[in-house]
């Protein structure tokens, strides 16, 4: 049977263990561990001292060893989207996951059901009865249970019961359910943006409404305990809710649109290619290796210690650096760091990333979560 | 060792042959064999009428299978941007690569002279001489040559020689190294898209400057029997210019970006999984399944079957369907059919595809060349 592209990359990151990044072959993820270990400590610390439960989701980084890294320092379990990502956590020995996605099928209902009997706490968030309808007759069927959030739309417009008596409603249903039991209700300020002006406001809008919805809940006898909340651009402020469980992903990596480049865990070590046209340089990096993920001033990655490199355009393979505005450019087969627009959208075209500490590369971090299963 | 995200991939796509679409789990990539069929023996009977050698892209499927398609309906050789692409290829027994892209550093010197080594006629194309000048020590080693090919930038404004007098310059050195051999020019008009009232005229331009530089090349004693270009969108016109080897990439799948759904033999299948947002469903693909890769009109998709859908915005995991124009809207759990943007793009999220005949699964499309390896 052929290789797969993943077998091959993992193999020749094995390869650059112990190189200096100069050293490393390009293109390739690269995560610096005291930034990462910095990222993790930061936030765990936060929720500690405000008594949240963080519930880190691992779609950023869909990698067991930062999934284990994030439970040692105190995580009380793992979010996930998929329920491949649930079962790649499950193997690397997580017992608690959230699966913050409504599984739809036979296979999803009983690649869960598999996961409880094989001893996991499930939690599943959904905004509707339908997805728990094939979940309920799964899980009775083997005995197993699981604990279920009721989303809310808070104003995002993506997915979320939008109204308050469209929640009571589906939580009363959902509670009809065998072997599931509705515990709380779930949320994600997806509208709140990092340096938004208005995130205050906006937070203490989702705050009555989860407050109006926990005490609706309450009224109609229904469990809400677990509040589950929070986003990266707004993790800080979580405590100013009643948000009692903390989701936040891209916290553990950080990137172009969440933080300055210096606290950026997660960049792209990228070869210069071509210099040909003049006042730019071509980098062996481009959608392929980025993602097209946008940012607001449609650029596509900064440039490490060159603020004035403009990462004008991708193609394919190919990263446009408009390197006009430098007193020296960057000359062929030179490198450059580079951190992506948005690290979880970058993780996910990569099957390993160097992980390196003072510039050396120390070991291979696989993101065995990553690809199609759902 | 953990799975890769890989192996559990393909072992879930592999429990899908036999059954209907319906029946599929979701998101899954899907390539039609009637369709795709139709697109290889379009396009090579095009080149066969005009005498072109159809030298196929590879980097848009990136699968063993559609490479020998492609080879055994007449392609002279395949294009490949990649080393890790060129290994996977001549793993599967392909003889006549042209890897259209700059190589930089040992690694990739290495890899390629091995691929010499190991029978593959191997073609590079380069737009300076320092990337040839490690090539050259690394196949004098082993004593294998390799011909290349000269980029002209001739409109994109990417990567290639601006000049003609710099092209000859470049040509030059190139013909003084070891194991190398110049033996034309290539070209990507990647400036003219479909649709582009100009393309002619741009063409025609495209066309000037090739032959100028062909004859600089003669009157400098320097081979350039071959000249290599084209493009999905302009491959029909490729005869009009002095291009005898024509590179196109994307005509193998088509996507919304070069063709009517219709004729698209690539596709996402896709679960409704909310439908909480009045006016609004939400299926289980995003960025991670579709790309990021824009289109003119800022969609991310068309609904196959439901052009007044649309598919207004992706997160990750979430693709967001207006549907608020169609007379019925899609339900919780039913399945759609998506073409994406960008076929490429989109399928270098995948490691495998459901090829599919007649609305059944047929077998599995291994993406074997996905990933990073350059």
Redesign the interface.
């Known amino acids: 049977m052929?290789?797969?592209?993943?077998?091959?990359?993992?193999a020749?990151?094995e390869a650059q263990v112990g190189r200096t990044l100069a050293e490393v072959?390009?293109?390739?993820?690269v995560i610096d561990l005291d930034r990462l270990e910095a990222n993790l400590t930061e936030l765990q610390a936060y929720a500690d001292a405000h008594r949240l439960a963080l519930w880190p989701h691992a779609?950023t980084h869909?990698s067991?060893e930062i999934g284990r890294r994030q439970l040692d320092l105190g995580a009380a379990g793992l979010t996930v989207?998929?329920t491949?990502e649930a079962?790649?956590f499950q193997?690397?020995g997580v017992t608690r996951l959230l699966v913050h996605?409504?599984p739809?099928?036979d296979?999803?209902w009983e690649r869960l059901a598999d996961l409880a009997a094989a001893g996991v706490e499930l939690t599943v968030a959904v905004?509707?009865v339908?997805?728990a309808e094939g979940l309920a007759r799964a899980f009775d069927r083997r005995g197993v249970s699981a604990e279920l959030l009721v989303?809310l739309?808070v104003g995002l417009?993506?997915?979320?019961?939008?109204t308050v008596a469209?929640a009571v409603e589906v939580a009363e249903r959902l509670d009809r359910l065998p072997a599931l039991a509705v515990a709380g209700i779930s949320s994600y300020p997806?509208h709140c943006r990092r340096g938004d002006p208005d995130v205050a406001a906006k937070l203490r809008a989702v705050d009555g409404l989860l407050r109006e919805t926990r005490d609706a809940l309450d009224r109609a006898g229904l469990r809400c305990d677990r509040i589950s909340g929070g986003s990266t651009p707004t993790r800080h402020l979580t405590h100013t809710t009643c948000v009692n469980e903390l989701r936040a992903g891209t916290y553990a990596l950080l990137d172009r649109n969440e933080a300055d480049d210096e606290r950026c865990a997660l960049w792209i070590e990228a070869?210069v290619?071509?210099?040909?046209?003049?006042g730019?340089v071509?980098v062996?990096g481009g959608?392929?290796?980025f993602?097209?993920?946008?940012y607001p001033d449609g650029g596509h990655g900064s440039v490490i210690g060159a603020p004035a490199a403009w990462f004008a355009r991708v193609?394919?393979?190919?990263g446009?650096i408009d390197v006009s505005s430098l007193d020296e450019a960057p000359r062929?087969?030179d490198h450059l760091q580079i951190v992506p627009n948005h690290a979880?959208?970058c993780i996910?075209?990569?099957?390993?990333a160097l992980a390196v500490r003072n510039g050396v590369v120390d070991h291979v971090i696989?993101?065995?979560?990553?690809?199609?299963?759902?």
Chains 1, 2 share one sequence.
Do not use: W
Not at 291 to 294: F, I, K, L, V
Not at 315 to 318: D, R, T
Not at 348 to 352: A, I, K, P, T
Not at 366 to 374: E, F, Q
């Open positions: 052929t290789a797969t592209g993943a077998d091959r990359t993992l020749l990151l072959e390009t293109p390739v993820a779609k869909k067991p989207a998929k491949g079962q790649v193997e690397a996605y409504p739809f099928g296979a999803k905004d509707s339908e997805p989303e739309d417009h993506r997915t979320g019961q939008t469209g997806g070869t290619v071509s210099n040909a046209v003049h730019q071509v062996d959608s392929k290796t993602t097209s993920d946008p193609n394919e393979e190919h446009y062929l087969g979880c959208g996910n075209l990569h099957d390993g696989r993101i065995a979560g990553r690809g199609l299963v759902r």
